[in-house]
């Protein structure tokens, strides 16, 4: 391979490794671990995965590197120095790279918050401390630098011009965080990005990391009128993570982000990879494509057990919001997103068109995927005030601290709000605002255990509140027909914390419901399983593909592909639905309905066409209501 790093981009599709810390700590590395230290600590280890990236087919590889700067090491290298570990990285990637692969030093932000606070930092330290890593790195030996992850232009331009400092000649691939419509978190454009960028010093520019390949991709069509003037890169995500048991689960598989990573070359790209949640098995994916040359597990005998024991889990008191249904008709809720502005009047135009439709209930995310959005406990008493309907708000551990959650619980009581889903939520990286971090004082256990003891009147401190509120408590429940048993575990644990109620992800096909209802039917809940309008094939492709969680079968996307205009397409999505729902209609305690990108037109009609049908479900809520009073 020419060692001219930018001779051979301007000719040539070159692509690199996946992501470093997300793997080690699929290896076992344990969560929350400085990745950086393990040059030193376990290089037998950060050497193997070099080995293995290059065996996928990677032509330039990282160094582990990415935040060996004196501000993210901190108290943590105080025993070794930002230099030691960043000349290791650099020496242990070189020694696996040998002549034939290009290595990149791996530099990202410093970990102090763009614009700086007078007295904070100064600006000279920051620069002090780029240098020092730079000066490692090359030292080191390699052959370019890679900037990534960068969230501020104003941090990535003093990074590039300290380094152009230092040496000139070394190449450098730029590359920020753009997690929407082309657009950093400040609302600075890619382009205006890149152009800055190039002036500052840059040999190449592009993206990493973000809100998986959807949102990349809009940012390199942003960037693909500069292909001509300089070489662009890209290294996705694997998806939007969820987090499992406090480990973060990546679910885009390697063939779809193939299939996109693919688009962005046409597009203009010359260096791709990997991101967060990338592995060996999505490069040689990638590799493929590019031409760069069951059984089931034994979980249903063990619930059978648990059912021939009477295994049933039971709390006394359904809440307010339960108890308010009408339990002769089967019960639905359907959701609404807040606005990610402040002006709401067209989400109170489809509160009162669907309460007249006859939905028995609002349900309004908190931030869904980490995006800013209207506060849903003040919309959710708009709703409920204006036009009578019963609302639940949906409560995240990721945002506030335990105080302020439980000032939420209190507000949402004295504001006459009796339905709340708790929720860990999803993980602040993905974030659409800049500096988000997630608090996670409490996850959705802990969440369950704060309401229900303010449903007996105690606060978190076991304090008495004078007053016991009223809430039907929900959870989440994601289905896996492959394998139900740790969801299945967890939302036994939900049930005996004192949850009422349960809404799951959308599920697309009849036999995993049927699945569902087998495997939860020791539980006194109320389950409502999530049907999801299809609105396009695209709409389809992206909600398999990229959001934890959903699965959608390929007969259903291959149907809806069948169609060459839109428009069918969403009719066939929602015929599927209307066809899926009357199947289900028996069996099922309740719908839960989703509006497809907000569009509440779409459960309206579904909406009268349940009423129309005067279904009556599989009659849980009556159940429920007899045996707790």
Request: hydrophobic share 40%.
């Amino acid at each position: 391979m020419p060692s001219d790093f930018l001779s051979y981009i301007r000719e040539n599709v070159v692509l690199a490794d996946g992501a470093l810390g997300t793997y080690f700590y699929e290896k076992g590395i344990s969560l929350g671990t400085n990745t950086d230290l393990l040059n030193v600590t376990d290089p037998e280890l950060v050497y193997s995965v070099h080995e293995e990236y290059i065996r996928a087919g990677s032509k330039l590889i990282e160094t582990n590197t990415f935040g060996a700067n004196r501000f993210r090491l901190g108290s943590l290298g105080k025993d070794l120095s930002a230099r030691q570990i960043n000349i290791e990285g650099a020496r242990l990637a070189r020694k696996a790279a040998g002549k034939e692969i290009f290595v990149a030093g791996s530099v990202g932000p410093c970990g102090v918050e763009f614009p700086l606070e007078l007295g904070e930092v100064s600006l000279d330290e920051i620069t002090e401390s780029y240098k020092e890593q730079f000066i490692a790195l090359l030292e080191g030996g390699v052959d370019l630098i890679i900037l990534e992850t960068f969230t501020h232009l104003e941090e990535l331009l003093l990074a590039i011009s300290t380094l152009k400092e230092i040496e000139p000649t070394i190449p450098v691939v730029a590359q920020m965080v753009f997690p929407s419509r082309g657009m950093t978190a400040h609302g600075e454009h890619a382009d205006l990005c890149c152009k800055k960028a190039m002036e500052a010093g840059a040999d190449c520019f592009g993206t990493n990391c973000g809100r998986g390949v959807k949102a990349m991709l809009e940012a390199v069509r942003e960037l693909s009128p500069l292909k001509d003037k300089i070489p662009l890169s890209a290294f996705p995500n694997a998806g939007i993570p969820e987090v499992i048991d406090f480990r973060m689960v990546y679910s885009t598989p390697p063939s779809y982000m193939a299939e996109k990573v693919s688009e962005m070359v046409r597009l203009g790209v010359r260096l791709v990879g990997g991101c967060c949640g990338t592995t060996p098995s999505h490069i040689h994916e990638f590799k493929k494509r590019l031409h760069i040359k069951a059984r089931r597990p034994a979980v249903i005998k063990e619930i059978s057990r648990r059912r021939d024991k009477k295994d049933k889990i039971l709390k006394k008191g359904l809440g307010g919001l339960l108890r308010s249904m009408d339990n002769e008709r089967i019960p639905v809720f359907v959701e609404l997103d807040p606005p990610p502005h402040l002006s709401i009047q067209n989400v109170l135009k489809g509160a009162k068109a669907l309460k007249e439709a006859g939905a028995d209930c609002i349900t309004l995310a908190e931030h869904p995927l980490a995006v800013l959005r209207a506060d849903n406990l003040s919309l959710a008493h708009i709703i409920k005030r204006d036009f009578g309907i019963e609302t639940v708000i949906h409560l995240t551990g990721r945002d506030r601290n335990a105080l302020g959650l439980q000032a939420q619980v209190m507000a949402a009581h004295l504001l006459g709000i009796r339905g709340i889903l708790a929720v860990t939520g999803d993980p602040a990286s993905s974030s659409d605002q800049p500096g988000v971090t997630g608090v996670f004082d409490l996850n959705s256990y802990g969440l369950v255990k704060m309401i229900d003891g303010y449903n007996n009147g105690k606060n978190l401190a076991g304090r008495d509140m004078k007053e016991n509120t009223d809430f039907s408590i929900g959870v989440a429940f994601s289905f896996k027909p492959s394998n139900p048993e740790l969801q299945l575990r967890r939302l036994e644990k939900k049930a005996a914390l004192g949850a009422h109620f349960v809404m799951t992800q959308p599920i697309f096909d009849e036999t995993s419901i049927e699945k569902m209802i087998d495997v939860t039917s020791h539980l006194n809940l109320l389950i409502l399983p999530g049907f999801f309008p299809l609105i396009s094939a695209r709409n389809a492709e992206f909600l398999h593909h990229e959001l934890p969680g959903i699965t959608i079968p390929k007969k259903i996307r291959d149907r809806l592909w069948q169609f060459e205009k839109v428009e069918d397409q969403k009719k066939a999505g929602i015929e599927i639905t209307r066809t899926l729902l009357e199947k289900v209609s028996s069996m099922v305690d309740g719908f839960y309905l989703i509006s497809p990108l907000n569009k509440w037109e779409v459960p309206v009609g579904l909406l009268r066409d349940i009423r129309a049908s005067q279904w009556k479900g599989s009659g849980k809520l009556k159940k429920l209501l007899k045996e707790n009073g």
